[in-house]
């Protein structure tokens, strides 16, 4: 009895688990400001030197109002199948988000979703096909 009563007694006293503001995507393509492409290679979920300026833009966007977040969109043209796509979609927003993570963004800030061009008509619209992740970085609340 005296263990549990330590035991909770503990529990209490853990500092809470820090959690970002609550947010969510919808509607994030269509703002015109503090939007940036990050481009990829074909078939590839891997930052290349063409996305350092974008990035650059990105962490320099949130550095300067810690309260703002950012929606991190992959997108894959007609990459493979549906499945292959969508999966390539998801890893390159996740590779954006960790390098953004790295450069010391809060991952609380970065919401990391997939668009695939067989689910939405604006990336299958696209000529080329795109190869980016689109990261929004939403007006402060």
């Not at 035991?7 to 940036?36: M, Q, Y």
């Not at 977040?69 to 890893?91: F, N």
């Not at 927003?93 to 979703?113: C, F, H, N, P």
């Not at 067989?118 to 689109?134: D, G, L, N």
Request: glycine share 8%.
């Amino acid at each position: 009895m005296i263990r549990l009563a330590i035991l909770l007694a503990g529990l209490i006293a853990l500092p809470a688990r820090a959690e970002g503001p609550a947010f969510n995507c919808v509607g994030a393509l269509d703002l015109e400001d503090g939007v940036f492409s990050v481009p990829f290679a074909r078939n590839s979920a891997r930052l290349g030197d063409a996305a350092r300026t974008p990035m650059d833009s990105v962490i320099e966007a949130l550095g300067s109002e810690p309260g703002r977040v950012a929606c991190v969109l992959g997108h894959a043209g007609q990459e493979g199948g549906a499945t292959t796509s969508i999966r390539l979609a998801a890893e390159r927003a996740r590779a954006v988000s960790a390098a953004l993570a790295a450069r010391g963004i809060a991952t609380t800030r970065l919401r990391s979703e997939a668009r695939s061009a067989q689910f939405s008509p604006r990336v299958r619209a696209e000529t080329p096909p795109s190869r980016t992740v689109t990261v929004v970085v939403l007006p402060a609340p």
